[in-house]
């Protein structure tokens, strides 16, 4: 099925762990999105790349990484996971020039205790 | 810098009843996009419908309607003859071209619960 797909599903850290999200779409995209939510925040921006080979920062990139692997691949790493950083990720990718539609991967429920 | 607010934490509506979820936005761009989410309690975020600053017309999407007010920066969704399969937290969001590579900027959200 064509979509994003986000691994893990849940995942709990210990905190200064690290660990990578994964992220991979089968559509083609350009651009890719990572994105945190937590309570009565709505999502945030973490990090964002436009095109392969390209990654910027977003509203709240501290303590993350990424990765543009490829055009398909886009990978988030915490490097030493803190509880502020108990959140869900959600993926997400476009391509604006055949349409205004963003697919969102399914999050990945993050806990650092 | 782009925002989008949304005002009401919570609304509650009776089955069958139409409800309106706020959403106001700035922006500087002249051009940009509008966007309303579903993300029920199992987590997955759902379009419901899209509105261009361009377009003329307001969007429709079957129950789904949006609002837009444009001297206003107004884009509020409007849900008729709701279900029970509504319930849910609703999400406008906004795409600008200047910013974030053309990132979604989300509101906090709204959380709407249907009685039957």
């Known amino acids: 099925n064509a979509g994003v797909t986000q691994t893990p599903k849940f995942q709990v850290l210990k905190t200064g762990q690290s660990m990578t999200l994964q992220c991979a779409q089968d559509?083609?995209?350009?651009?890719m999105y990572w994105y945190r939510q937590d309570p009565g925040m709505g999502l945030r921006l973490i990090y964002y790349?436009?095109?392969?080979?390209?990654?910027d920062k977003g509203e709240v990139p501290n303590g993350y990484n990424v990765s543009r692997l490829n055009k398909r691949e886009f990978s988030l790493r915490l490097e030493s996971a803190a509880p502020s950083q108990t959140s869900v990720y959600f993926c997400a990718s476009t391509e604006l020039t055949v349409g205004y539609g963003y697919t969102f991967g399914s999050g990945t429920r993050l806990t650092v205790v | 810098a782009q925002k989008i607010t949304q005002t009401q934490p919570g609304m509650f509506v009776q089955e069958k009843e139409a409800v309106t979820l706020d959403c106001t936005y700035d922006t500087s761009d002249q051009s940009y996009g509008l966007f309303w989410y579903k993300q029920p309690s199992s987590g997955e975020m759902i379009f419901l419908i899209y509105q261009g600053s361009y377009d003329e017309q307001n969007a429709t999407e079957g129950r789904y309607s949006l609002n837009f007010q444009k001297a206003r920066k107004s884009a509020n969704l409007v849900i008729s003859a709701s279900q029970l399969g509504d319930s849910a937290m609703y999400f406008c969001a906004m795409r600008g071209f200047n910013q974030a590579g053309t990132a979604l900027i989300f509101g906090k959200g709204t959380t709407l619960s249907v009685s039957s």
């Open positions: 790349s436009a095109s392969e080979g390209t990654t």
């Open positions: 559509m083609n995209h350009n651009s």
